[in-house]
Nanobody, 123 residues
């Protein structure tokens, strides 16, 4: 069984940056393709980007300018660096994993999910 645990969320001010993490554990966790999603109040879960085991990345067109995904395979950890944050970025941020090599962008295509970490951006 694979477990994903996000950490690093919190309260930041407009214009600041924040890096959140997602640590994976369990069988096959180190080879998963990983993605980040977010869900704001009253909104649907939104795809941010995805990173393969070999560090290939793919981003939503609306996210790629400010968000950067990276991973440390030795630590089974994926990171989301968020820059120039605004109140519109306030959301619960989730990491998700899949064993598939296909670039998926919808939540239904991911098998494993973390519990989420809250990011709040004040104006």
């Amino acid at each position: 069984q694979v477990q994903l645990v996000e950490s690093g969320g919190g309260l930041v001010r407009t214009g600041e940056s924040l890096r959140i993490s997602c640590r994976a554990s369990g069988k096959t966790s180190s080879t998963l393709a990983m993605a980040w999603f977010r869900q704001g109040p009253g909104k649907e879960r939104e795809f941010i980007g995805r990173i393969s085991y070999f560090h290939g990345t793919y981003y939503s067109s609306t996210m790629r300018d400010r968000f950067i995904i990276s991973r440390d395979n030795a630590e089974n950890t994926v990171y989301l660096q968020m820059n120039r944050l605004t109140p519109d970025d306030t959301a619960t941020y989730y990491c998700a994993g899949t064993t598939s090599g296909t670039v998926y962008t919808t939540p239904q295509q991911y098998t494993y999910w973390g519990q989420g970490t809250q990011v709040t951006v004040s104006s």
